[in-house]
């Protein structure tokens, strides 16, 4: 029983980071009804930016702001330079130009930085969380983070005239354009504030698996999956679908005798196709009503 | 969020292409052939190697497109197919001793039955959720290669080699070229049968389920038979495609066969325009040849040229060498009446 406990705590320590990253999915799959299979290198990407400007001598969290306003300002310009002039493009063209910018900011990175493996700073401390060997005041802060952030995006969504407009923008943008919305524009903004998202999720991420330019290449798979497993259509699906795949994942490599580390991912994946199959929209997710 | 009801009656996730749109005429289809046929004997043998390994992955993009382009669903899975068609040559070869050539229909016909089953499943998917599944299924496949219980047969971690074939009948062309006029029977007879089957009665009812399932469905058309039938078909081409790839790199292993496989096939389709099945050749060429070009324009930003190369193209031609092939169709018309 003190395994069992100890286990889940440690799947809900590192559920916290899919669940980050599965957010700033979402974000952006509700904007642009696309997944941006370079999100995790744009997260990496802002996360080396936060790391610059601290070695730079700029204090955590002015570093922090400055990230985020750098993020946001780069979501947006890379939405206008980039994707929307592939906006009536098929859908699949625009993937291969996500495969595209995965490449590149990838290999910059690579380049400005190099592949070495750098610390990150936390500031949280690492000590031990409520007595727990298992769980760190940092991973405790990063869950209240992602929570935090998860709240505020709902009072944003629900209760201002902007996340409105947003929503609107994203469910049906023809009605919406009549009503006076620039659907472009909330295009724009929902890019700029999945990059903002993904950088908090960068940040906080890189203390644990450190700074380099593949981190986020294992994270990505499995935010995915917690966005998809939660419902593609749902922020809280993501963050419930993040935990969860954590603690899979984590119980899984435990119980299951034969699974090590190799077999952690698949044996993941394979749990969320089967709640796929059984829920096709994922847990939290709408099914899409279709008119024929 | 999203509290409204989301009703979606926007255009399919796949383009309908007109089925005569998918394929070549007869002139510029002999002009290829004459060309396939004649380029290779005035190169050296490493640029044969290559050309072959442009017909092996130009078959593993037209299945894609096959299964993409024509019945609508998306795979990222394809490098799971061509891992057990590669996998399956290479233990035929390698334990029983049998003819590369005989090897092949065997890798074909265990990937159609492997992605007919998983089409099963995938039936209840779509879009992105297929996308995920399938994905899971490429991430899956090099682990299983690796676990302990099939190394006897594949080798684990380290692979199996393969024996190159040397030409039948005392040929006197070197083992290169041989495998290169091999493969490309091989895949002038695949790209044939291909193009007869979208336009028989199955490749009928892949487009209809393509353009509007419930509509396919309300005309008689056995959406789930279809669906996985292109699955499939799609897997058993894949299967033949890593069975050739297995003998002419004359070696397997997990390794090779990872999800960057299946991304690369993916851009293939992409580039060489969904659902126009001659363009997966040039696709194919895209995939070989321009991380190669892009290695020789900058070492470091290797990849960030791949990119902005990709970019280049995705923009000038968003729907692939299809575009360019259509412009030059329309001006060769004007030509002829001016």
Known sequence: ?292 | MSAVDEVASDAPAVEAVPKKAMTLGLGASLVMLALLIIGPMFVKNFIVFQLTMLLIYALAVLALNILTGGSGQFSLGQSAFYAVGAYTSAILMEHFGVNYALTLPVAGIICFGFGFLFGQPALRLSGIYLALATFALAVAMPQLLKLGVFEHWTGGVQGLVVTKPDAPFGLPISQDRWLYYFTLTVAIGIYIASVNLLKSRSGRAFMAIRDNEIAASAMGVDVALYKTLAFGVSAGITGVAGGLGAIAVQFVAPDGYTITLAISLFLGMVVGGVGWLPGSIVGSAFIIFVPNIAEGISKGLSGAVFGVLLFLVIFLVPHGARQVAMVAQHMLGKLRKG
């Open chain 1, 1 to 292: 029983m003190e395994l069992f406990i100890n286990q889940v705590l440690a799947g809900v320590a590192t559920g916290a980071i899919y669940a980050c990253m599965a957010l700033a999915v979402v974000m952006i799959y509700q904007a642009i009804d696309h997944l941006n299979f370079a999100q995790g290198e744009m997260a990496m990407f802002s996360t080396f930016i936060a790391w610059q400007l601290m070695q730079w001598g700029v204090p955590y969290w002015w570093a922090f702001l400055l990230t985020l306003v750098f993020s946001f300002a780069g979501g947006i310009a890379i939405e206008r330079a980039l994707f929307k002039p592939l906006a009536k493009a098929p859908v699949l063209t625009n993937v291969a130009g996500f495969i595209a910018l995965f490449a590149i900011v990838n290999s910059v990175a690579g380049l400005t930085w190099d592949f070495t493996i750098k610390q990150f700073p936390t500031p949280f401390g690492s000590s031990p969380f409520l007595g727990s060997q298992l769980i760190s005041t940092h991973q405790a802060g990063m869950i209240g983070v992602t929570v935090g952030l998860l709240i505020l995006l709902y009072l944003f969504f629900q209760f201002t005239r902007i996340g409105l407009a947003m929503r609107a923008a994203a469910s049906l943008p023809e009605s919406a354009r009549l009503v006076g919305i620039n659907t472009s524009w909330m295009i724009a903004l929902g890019w700029g504030m999945a990059s903002a998202i993904g950088a908090i999720a960068g940040i906080l991420i890189a203390p644990v698996v450190f700074l380099e330019p593949n981190m986020m290449g294992g994270v990505l798979i499995y935010g995915f999956a917690a966005a998809v497993l939660g419902g593609l259509t749902s922020p809280l699906g993501a963050v419930v679908g993040g935990f969860l795949v954590g603690v899979f994942e984590n119980l899984a490599g435990t119980y299951i005798p034969g699974v090590g580390n190799e077999l952690k991912l698949p044996i993941a994946l394979a749990l969320i196709i089967t709640v796929l199959v059984l829920k096709p929209a994922g847990l939290f997710g709408r099914p899409i009503v279709k008119r024929v």
